[in-house]
């Protein structure tokens, strides 16, 4: 992992086309901006994490339904 230091105003730059700017500091609580392609997807953390949970079970139904169509 890369740890950074920014100040209000500041930016990281990922890749040729992925700009983040410390947006605020307030407290414990830092306000980002995220500049992205469209095609680009982001998501909070947790956010992703229950994505990932959901299309996984998802998988596992589908499975379990073919396994049943096959068992007749």
Known sequence: MLALSRKKSEAI???????????EVRG????LGISAPKEVPIYR???YAQIQKENAEAVDV??????KDLMG
């Open 62 to 67: 589908a499975s379990l339904d073919r396994l």
């Open 45 to 47: 953390k947790e956010v």
């Open 13 to 23: 730059v990922i890749g040729n086309n992925i700009e983040i700017t410390v947006l």
């Open 28 to 31: 414990d609580q830092v306000k």
